[in-house]
Protein backbone atom coordinates (compact mmCIF):
# COMPACT_ATOMS: atom_id res chain seq x y z
CA UNK A 1 0.00 0.00 0.00
CA UNK A 2 2.89 2.40 0.97
CA UNK A 3 4.58 1.51 -2.61
CA UNK A 4 1.67 2.42 -4.11
CA UNK A 5 1.03 5.69 -2.34
CA UNK A 6 4.43 6.61 -3.18
CA UNK A 7 4.41 5.76 -7.00
CA UNK A 8 1.19 8.34 -6.89
CA UNK A 9 3.04 11.03 -5.32
CA UNK A 10 6.19 10.88 -7.25
CA UNK A 11 4.36 10.82 -10.48
CA UNK A 12 5.15 14.83 -11.00
CA UNK A 13 8.97 14.77 -10.11
CA UNK A 14 10.25 11.75 -11.88
CA UNK A 15 12.52 12.65 -14.43
CA UNK A 16 16.10 12.66 -16.06
CA UNK A 17 18.18 11.88 -19.15
CA UNK A 18 21.18 10.05 -20.62
CA UNK A 19 22.98 9.52 -23.75
CA UNK A 20 25.96 10.39 -25.72
CA UNK A 21 24.71 13.91 -27.22
CA UNK A 22 27.49 16.43 -26.97
CA UNK A 23 25.59 19.79 -26.49
CA UNK A 24 25.45 20.93 -22.79
CA UNK A 25 22.61 21.92 -21.73
CA UNK A 26 21.37 24.80 -18.68
CA UNK A 27 18.42 24.48 -16.52
CA UNK A 28 15.63 26.94 -16.63
CA UNK A 29 16.68 30.31 -14.46
CA UNK A 30 12.79 30.28 -13.40
CA UNK A 31 12.85 27.42 -11.56
CA UNK A 32 14.93 27.48 -8.02
CA UNK A 33 12.55 26.17 -5.34
CA UNK A 34 12.52 22.11 -5.34
CA UNK A 35 9.78 22.66 -2.58
CA UNK A 36 6.94 24.30 -4.80
CA UNK A 37 8.43 23.75 -8.56
CA UNK A 38 9.42 19.94 -8.02
CA UNK A 39 8.93 17.99 -11.27
CA UNK A 40 9.82 18.38 -15.05
CA UNK A 41 9.63 21.28 -17.01
CA UNK A 42 8.12 21.52 -19.45
CA UNK A 43 5.33 19.16 -18.19
CA UNK A 44 3.54 16.79 -20.46
CA UNK A 45 0.62 19.36 -21.27
CA UNK A 46 3.06 21.85 -23.08
CA UNK A 47 5.33 18.76 -24.42
CA UNK A 48 8.28 19.02 -26.15
CA UNK A 49 8.60 21.24 -29.09
CA UNK A 50 7.92 20.02 -32.67
CA UNK A 51 10.72 18.73 -35.21
CA UNK A 52 10.90 19.26 -38.76
CA UNK A 53 13.04 17.02 -41.31
CA UNK A 54 16.55 19.03 -42.19
CA UNK A 55 16.56 21.07 -39.14
CA UNK A 56 18.41 21.10 -36.46
CA UNK A 57 16.58 19.87 -33.10
CA UNK A 58 16.98 21.21 -29.51
CA UNK A 59 14.30 20.85 -26.21
CA UNK A 60 16.07 21.45 -22.77
CA UNK A 61 14.30 20.23 -19.76
CA UNK A 62 14.76 20.99 -16.44
CA UNK A 63 14.53 18.43 -13.57
CA UNK A 64 13.68 19.58 -10.06
CA UNK A 65 14.06 17.13 -7.54
CA UNK A 66 12.54 17.45 -4.17
CA UNK A 67 14.19 17.09 -0.71
CA UNK A 68 11.87 14.66 0.69
CA UNK A 69 8.27 13.04 0.02
CA UNK A 70 6.20 11.30 2.03
CA UNK A 71 3.58 8.07 1.94
CA UNK A 72 0.31 9.98 2.23
CA UNK A 73 -2.71 9.28 4.40
CA UNK A 74 -3.64 8.28 6.91
CA UNK A 75 -0.44 8.21 8.38
CA UNK A 76 2.15 10.83 6.22
CA UNK A 77 5.46 8.63 6.46
CA UNK A 78 8.49 11.17 5.66
CA UNK A 79 11.39 10.08 3.64
CA UNK A 80 14.18 11.84 2.54
CA UNK A 81 14.78 11.56 -1.17
CA UNK A 82 18.02 10.52 -2.25
CA UNK A 83 18.51 10.35 -5.92
CA UNK A 84 16.76 9.51 -8.95
CA UNK A 85 18.02 8.10 -11.93
CA UNK A 86 17.10 7.34 -15.35
CA UNK A 87 17.87 3.62 -16.32
CA UNK A 88 16.22 3.52 -19.94
CA UNK A 89 14.28 5.47 -22.57
CA UNK A 90 12.65 4.48 -25.52
CA UNK A 91 10.79 6.11 -28.50
CA UNK A 92 13.33 8.28 -29.59
CA UNK A 93 13.31 8.03 -33.66
CA UNK A 94 14.69 4.74 -35.13
CA UNK A 95 17.19 6.23 -37.43
CA UNK A 96 18.78 7.57 -33.72
CA UNK A 97 18.94 10.52 -35.43
CA UNK A 98 17.94 12.59 -32.64
CA UNK A 99 19.69 11.59 -29.00
CA UNK A 100 19.65 12.70 -25.33
CA UNK A 101 21.91 13.72 -22.74
CA UNK A 102 22.23 14.81 -19.00
CA UNK A 103 23.70 17.46 -16.90
CA UNK A 104 23.82 17.40 -13.09
CA UNK A 105 26.27 19.75 -10.38
CA UNK A 106 29.14 17.52 -11.26
CA UNK A 107 29.20 17.97 -14.80
CA UNK A 108 27.71 16.65 -18.14
CA UNK A 109 27.50 13.52 -20.06
CA UNK A 110 26.39 9.70 -19.92
CA UNK A 111 25.51 7.66 -17.32
CA UNK A 112 26.67 9.28 -14.32
CA UNK A 113 25.25 12.38 -14.58
CA UNK A 114 22.09 11.03 -15.63
CA UNK A 115 21.54 10.75 -11.64
CA UNK A 116 20.25 13.67 -9.83
CA UNK A 117 20.04 14.22 -5.95
CA UNK A 118 17.49 14.53 -3.57
CA UNK A 119 17.22 18.54 -3.62
CA UNK A 120 18.58 19.57 -6.72
CA UNK A 121 17.92 20.69 -10.48
CA UNK A 122 19.67 19.57 -13.20
CA UNK A 123 18.47 19.60 -16.81
CA UNK A 124 18.58 17.31 -20.26
CA UNK A 125 18.85 17.96 -23.83
CA UNK A 126 17.40 16.30 -26.92
CA UNK A 127 19.46 17.27 -29.94
CA UNK A 128 19.86 16.13 -33.34
CA UNK A 129 18.40 17.05 -36.99
CA UNK A 130 15.52 14.61 -37.96
CA UNK A 131 15.62 12.98 -41.03
CA UNK A 132 12.90 11.66 -43.72
CA UNK A 133 12.39 8.17 -41.80
CA UNK A 134 11.38 9.94 -38.53
CA UNK A 135 8.13 11.42 -39.70
CA UNK A 136 5.08 11.02 -37.25
CA UNK A 137 4.42 10.82 -33.39
CA UNK A 138 7.23 9.27 -31.18
CA UNK A 139 5.94 9.03 -27.74
CA UNK A 140 8.48 8.56 -25.53
CA UNK A 141 8.69 6.21 -22.51
CA UNK A 142 10.87 6.88 -19.60
CA UNK A 143 12.04 4.28 -16.91
CA UNK A 144 13.17 5.50 -13.96
CA UNK A 145 14.82 4.35 -10.40
CA UNK A 146 13.81 6.62 -7.08
CA UNK A 147 15.77 5.92 -4.24
CA UNK A 148 14.52 6.86 -0.69
CA UNK A 149 15.83 6.43 2.31
CA UNK A 150 13.69 4.05 3.98
CA UNK A 151 11.82 2.24 1.54
CA UNK A 152 14.43 1.67 -0.90
CA UNK A 153 13.90 1.88 -5.05
CA UNK A 154 10.62 2.79 -5.97
CA UNK A 155 10.39 2.32 -9.82
CA UNK A 156 8.21 3.61 -11.93
CA UNK A 157 7.49 4.77 -15.90
CA UNK A 158 6.80 7.83 -17.05
CA UNK A 159 4.03 8.46 -20.07
CA UNK A 160 2.89 11.82 -21.71
CA UNK A 161 5.78 13.38 -23.94
CA UNK A 162 5.99 13.01 -27.45
CA UNK A 163 8.10 14.50 -30.29
CA UNK A 164 6.49 15.23 -33.28
CA UNK A 165 8.47 15.05 -36.62
CA UNK A 166 7.31 16.98 -39.70
CA UNK A 167 7.83 16.70 -43.24
CA UNK A 168 8.34 20.51 -43.48
CA UNK A 169 12.24 21.10 -44.43
CA UNK A 170 12.13 24.57 -43.23
CA UNK A 171 10.17 26.60 -40.05
CA UNK A 172 8.06 29.24 -41.21
CA UNK A 173 8.74 32.07 -38.48
CA UNK A 174 5.34 33.64 -39.65
CA UNK A 175 2.21 32.04 -39.82
CA UNK A 176 0.25 34.72 -40.29
CA UNK A 177 -1.83 34.23 -37.49
CA UNK A 178 -5.44 36.25 -37.58
CA UNK A 179 -7.39 36.01 -34.36
CA UNK A 180 -6.59 35.35 -31.00
CA UNK A 181 -9.46 34.26 -29.30
CA UNK A 182 -10.39 34.69 -25.03
CA UNK A 183 -10.06 31.25 -23.36
CA UNK A 184 -13.07 29.68 -21.99
CA UNK A 185 -14.02 29.67 -19.24
CA UNK A 186 -12.66 32.36 -17.86
CA UNK A 187 -12.32 32.92 -15.12
CA UNK A 188 -11.51 29.24 -15.08
CA UNK A 189 -10.71 26.66 -12.06
CA UNK A 190 -9.00 23.03 -14.07
CA UNK A 191 -8.70 23.35 -18.18
CA UNK A 192 -9.60 26.44 -19.86
CA UNK A 193 -9.12 26.50 -23.70
CA UNK A 194 -8.02 29.19 -26.37
CA UNK A 195 -8.46 29.38 -29.95
CA UNK A 196 -6.49 30.70 -32.88
CA UNK A 197 -6.60 31.00 -36.43
CA UNK A 198 -3.64 30.75 -38.70
CA UNK A 199 -3.65 31.02 -42.47
CA UNK A 200 -0.18 28.81 -42.96
CA UNK A 201 1.65 26.19 -40.96
CA UNK A 202 4.68 27.34 -39.24
CA UNK A 203 5.95 28.14 -35.06
CA UNK A 204 4.43 30.68 -32.64
CA UNK A 205 5.94 31.61 -29.67
CA UNK A 206 2.90 32.01 -25.98
CA UNK A 207 3.95 33.06 -23.44
CA UNK A 208 1.58 33.84 -20.22
CA UNK A 209 2.55 36.93 -17.66
CA UNK A 210 1.55 37.77 -14.34
CA UNK A 211 0.16 41.09 -13.12
CA UNK A 212 3.82 42.63 -13.09
CA UNK A 213 5.30 41.34 -16.15
CA UNK A 214 7.41 38.02 -15.43
CA UNK A 215 6.82 35.39 -17.63
CA UNK A 216 5.57 32.58 -15.89
CA UNK A 217 5.28 29.71 -18.71
CA UNK A 218 6.18 30.06 -22.22
CA UNK A 219 7.09 27.52 -25.10
CA UNK A 220 6.37 27.43 -29.02
CA UNK A 221 3.58 25.70 -30.60
CA UNK A 222 3.30 24.10 -34.21
CA UNK A 223 0.79 26.13 -35.73
CA UNK A 224 -1.44 24.50 -38.54
CA UNK A 225 -3.40 26.06 -40.88
CA UNK A 226 -7.04 26.75 -39.35
CA UNK A 227 -8.08 26.40 -36.13
CA UNK A 228 -5.97 25.78 -33.23
CA UNK A 229 -6.28 24.78 -29.61
CA UNK A 230 -4.42 25.63 -26.54
CA UNK A 231 -4.90 24.07 -23.21
CA UNK A 232 -4.61 25.42 -19.77
CA UNK A 233 -4.31 23.77 -16.53
CA UNK A 234 -5.01 26.01 -13.37
CA UNK A 235 -3.02 23.89 -11.83
CA UNK A 236 -0.08 25.46 -13.10
CA UNK A 237 -0.60 28.99 -11.90
CA UNK A 238 -1.31 30.28 -8.68
CA UNK A 239 -4.90 32.19 -8.48
CA UNK A 240 -4.95 35.66 -9.44
CA UNK A 241 -4.75 37.86 -12.88
CA UNK A 242 -2.29 36.80 -16.03
CA UNK A 243 -2.03 38.04 -19.59
CA UNK A 244 -1.01 35.35 -22.54
CA UNK A 245 0.25 36.19 -25.85
CA UNK A 246 0.77 34.55 -29.43
CA UNK A 247 3.43 36.00 -31.08
CA UNK A 248 5.06 35.09 -34.60
CA UNK A 249 7.55 37.58 -36.16
CA UNK A 250 7.00 40.87 -35.20
CA UNK A 251 3.41 40.54 -34.53
CA UNK A 252 1.70 39.70 -31.30
CA UNK A 253 -1.80 38.97 -29.87
CA UNK A 254 -2.76 39.58 -25.92
CA UNK A 255 -5.47 38.39 -24.23
CA UNK A 256 -6.16 38.65 -19.70
CA UNK A 257 -7.32 35.50 -17.98
CA UNK A 258 -7.79 34.56 -14.41
CA UNK A 259 -7.00 31.77 -12.66
CA UNK A 260 -9.26 31.44 -9.32
CA UNK A 261 -8.83 28.35 -7.73
Same mark, same amino acid.
Given at each position: ????????????????????????????????????????????????????????????????????????????????????????????????????????????????????????????????????????????????????????????????????????????????????????? %??? =??? &?? *?? +?????? @???? #??????????????????????????? %??? =??? &?? *?? +?????? @???? #?????????
Amino acid at each position: MIKKILLLALFVPLFNYSSFGQAACTPDGQYTNTSTQRGIHPDTIVNFAPAYVGNPYSQTITVVIPQDTNSGPPFYIPFNWDSTVLTGVTGLPASLSLTYACWNANGFGNPTHCSWKGNSIGCAIITGTPVTADIGTHNLVFSIDNWLNGPGNQPATVLGYKIIVSPNTSVNENPKIQILLQNNP %NPF =DGI &SE *IQ +FAAEDN @GVAK #FKVYNLIGTVVQQYDIAVKKGINNIEL %NSK =DFD &SG *IY +FYSLSH @GSNA #FTRKMIVNK
